[in-house]
């Protein structure tokens, strides 16, 4: 059984040698030799070569013919192979001869082909890299001419569009890192533009401003204008503030409408840009373009917020006047331009950007601003002392509030504050007008005023509203009946009235309320400056009788004059003269109260006059033998009263419409003279110092009363009975004894019927005064025991036929009695 398995092994692998390549039998022939049974194997691989070679002898002995036939055959082709082998050498010589051009050429086209290879890849990549080299140069013209909004959205079309398509080159990393720093450099120019810009615009506020104003003086003009059409029945308002256009990008994203430089258009073209807004003065861009480069970059709030703070910090400093902002109107004028110019400004970012600013942060500003604006004009407002100056700056306010109005702002506390305003004005112009009413009564001559022509008459009748048919009927020259400084302070007060007017127009009142403030401060006018500077004219040293006449007849004039300012307010105020609730003035009471003021100075002066010649009377109490004639001083006294009431010559008795002085006043001044007069004189005898009066002082002091009532030219007067005024003041000597105070009739003295309410005046004389006369009439001798001297009475009372009795009687002490006359009219 192991000789068939070691036959079947050595076949195995002499079937292995035999289909093996002869490269790979070495694993084989190893197995063989590393068996046992090499021999065997060797005996058979022998056996095994002899059966193939017989089987290749069979073979040849089959193919033997064919094989010589073959090379017989092949010998025979020999010949023609050497000839065919000597053409294809010949063949292939003229193809190498002829293939070398070809090759030439080939070589050119492979070298062609392959240029052309690298051009379209060449070309195909510049295809992906020009657009960002374009994109990159765009760039940098873009930054060159500072279009940063344009430039920022070049940067993201290159770096997420053009970049990823070029391919990882070099050029384009640098590119894609320089990205970043050009976005930062961006935001910084845009924000140092921004600041440009608002620096630009704080310092040209006050042009913007200026320029607005100036539109809203014109609009208000156009609007007068059209009102009056309408009046006319012509056509309705036009105009009011143009809305701008808001400023915004496209939907695609497009640039604002503006890529210029930062700043304010060239104020000095303005003449050439009358149709222009006044926002249409500032170049908006820097805003729109740092805006959008903002938001594109993410960071808008943070940009609303730099410019909102920015923002409210000019506006501080707008709102801080200037110190001497008060001293001219152009102070406040710079002061109003550039508040308007900073929210002109703010009202057109607030209309043409989408939420920089908003309604809310406007207003914030503006009521901060106007409690400012306001507490600032009524500081500096308080210094202003010239009512034309407080006008035109209440014009300047009305139009600051107008124009500001006209892009929609509240204003009504602005118009508040002017009518608070308007009381200091009121008290301006009270001062002025006080000034001016003393400089007329100063510089008036107290005299009526000579009308020599017919044109002079009318000029004055032009100034006052005076009417005397009687007096126009008279030739001239003539005279007016009043001075001239009655139309003077009549064209005064119509001149205040006209400036309270001209204060109260634009205040948004209607024609009531105007007319009561008018009203208010003309009564103020009457009732204090005006009252106050007749008083001053009236009570100043060295005023005469006759600029007292005069004045009581000017104040007449003047007090009936009062209802025509009352229809001159209500024709200039448009309100009907009996409009309920009305305030009526008060000219009335002013000037009876002057005219009261003039009479009792009249009298005062009267009486002082007469005090001053009394202070003359040099009496000696102690004369043996009065003088047969009056006195030096009353003689004087006399005259000066009977030239004095020479003024009164041709006064009418009673007080009659455009006369002279009133009767009555004439008859009061008269009897307070006569009475000041009879009680000086009584005075003079009741005086402390007087403590001696000898019989002879008493005849002198009766000679002079007795002149008093003598004198016939005081009947000229032809007012009152001057004599039987001075008669009840007569002072009459006692001559006898007579034992009771009887007249010759027997009648009792005190049942006078003439005199019954009349006062007696009584003056006790010490028992010791009468002594020491008696005795120095006797030659200087003191009565014995003059305390047991019985006292003796003089008591002088009028009788009712003009004759005067005296008599005495004793009583203790000695006691002169000296009658009055009474204070009443004749």
Known sequence: MASVEVAAEHER???????????????????VYDGQEHGLFMEKLEGRIRNHDREIEKMCNHHFQGFVDSITELLKVRGEAQKLKGQVIQTNHNLQNDGKETLNTMDELRQCRLQQRNIATTVDKLTHCLPVLEMYSKLQEQMKTKRYYPALRT?????????????????????????????????????????????????????????????????????????QQQQRGGGGRQGGRKEPQATELDGQGGSPRSEQDSGILDVEDEEEEGGLGAHDLVDFSPVYRCLHIYTVLGARDTFENYYRNQRRKQARLVLQPHSNMHETLEGYRRYFNQIVGFFVVEDHVLHTTRGLVNRAYVEELWELSLSKTIAALRTHSSYCTDPDLLLDLKNLIVLFADTLQGYGFPVNQLFDMLLEMRDQYGEILLKKWNTSFRQILDLDNYSPIPVATEE???????????????????????????????????????????????????LHRSSTEIDDMIRKSTNLLLTRTLSHCLQYAIKKKNVGLAELVQIIINTTHLEQSCHFLEEFISNITNVPPGTIN???????????????????????????????????????????QGGGTASDYLSDLIAFLCSTFTVFTHLPGEAIEHSTLPGKVAQTACMSACKHLSTSLLQLLLESDVRQVSMGALHQFNTDVKECETVGSLHSVGLVDLLSRLRTANLQIPEGQPSHCAGPAGEDLSRDEGHQSQKQHVCTIPQERAGQAEAHRHGGQTAEEPHRHPPVLIELLPLADGRHWSGQRRVNPTRVALGTFAARAP
Request: some cysteine; charged content about 25%.
């Open 155 to 227: 940067l993201d079309q290159l770096e997420h569009s053009c970049l990823p398509q070029a391919g990882a080159y070099l050029f384009c990393t640098i590119m894609a890192e320089n990205i970043p720093r050009l976005r930062a450099h961006i935001r910084d120019v845009s924000m140092s533009d921004l600041k440009d810009f608002l620096e630009s615009i704080r310092k040209h506020s006050d042009k913007i401003g200026e320029k607005a104003m100036k539109q809203a003086l014109l609009q208000r003009s156009l609007d007068g204008a059209n009102t």
């Open 582 to 624: 009305a305030t009526k003035l008060y000219g009335t009471s002013t000037f009876k109260d002057a005219r009261h003021t003039a009479e009792e100075e009249i009298y005062t002066n009267l009486n002082q006059k007469i005090d001053q010649f009394l202070q003359l009377a040099d009496y000696d109490w102690m004369v043996a």
């Open 456 to 506: 002079d008459y009318r000029r004055v009748m032009g100034q006052f509203p005076f009417q005397d048919p009687e007096l126009e009927k008279t030739a001239f020259p003539k005279k007016l009946p009043f001075s001239a400084f009655v139309p003077k302070v009549y064209c005064q007060i119509k001149e205040f009235i006209y400036a309270c007017l001209k204060f109260s127009e634009d």
């Open 13 to 31: 692998i002499l079937r292995e040698i035999e289909s093996t390549d002869p490269n790979c039998i070495g694993p084989t022939l190893r197995s």
